[in-house]
């Protein structure tokens, strides 16, 4: 049985998975510059691509995903609801355990497994409801 005290507060939440998104990026920024590709970020639009077409917060691309972590991605943002509002828990689960295992898969490159992991673990992170 889950009691209040055990659920985290959800202003605490926010703080935690921007604490972690932040230095999530920083250390994507590290990484993707070994690889010569930046995150790509759009102030107008208020988005931040980490990967493929829809891998960041904001993206809802019309174009196809390019591999299997940006179907992911896809998944997420299909079950997410409009922009700013919370997605459902299940739909975080999802995209963490999709991610996770991109990660895992031996066949996949290096790069594209570490940008997995990143996204896996920035998914339970975020708030959800």
Same mark, same amino acid.
């Given at each position: ?37 930046? &995150?790509? $970020? #759009? !102030? ?6 980490? +990967?493929?077409n829809y891998?960041? =917060?904001?993206n809802?691309? %019309?174009? &196809?995903? $390019? #591999? !299997? ?6 998944? +997420?943002?299909?079950?997410?609801? =409009?922009?700013?509002?919370? %997605? ?8 963490h ?33």
């Open positions: 049985m889950t009691t209040d005290v055990d659920r985290p507060n959800t202003r605490t939440h926010r703080l935690l998975a921007s604490v972690v998104l932040a230095a999530s990026v920083s250390g994507l920024f590290a990484a993707s510059t070994r690889a010569q590709e930046l &995150p790509f $970020i #759009d !102030a107008k639009r208020g988005t931040l691509l980490i +990967h493929g891998c960041g =917060p904001g809802r691309s %019309p174009r &196809p995903p $390019i #591999d !299997a972590l940006d179907v992911a991605c896809m998944h +997420h943002d299909a079950c997410s609801p =409009p922009r700013g509002q919370i %997605p459902t828990c299940a739909c975080n689960d999802r995209l355990r999709e991610a996770e295992a991109v990660s895992l898969d031996p066949n996949q490159p290096e790069s594209l497994r570490d940008t997995a992991g990143f996204v896996a673990d920035t998914a339970i992170a975020l708030p959800c409801r």
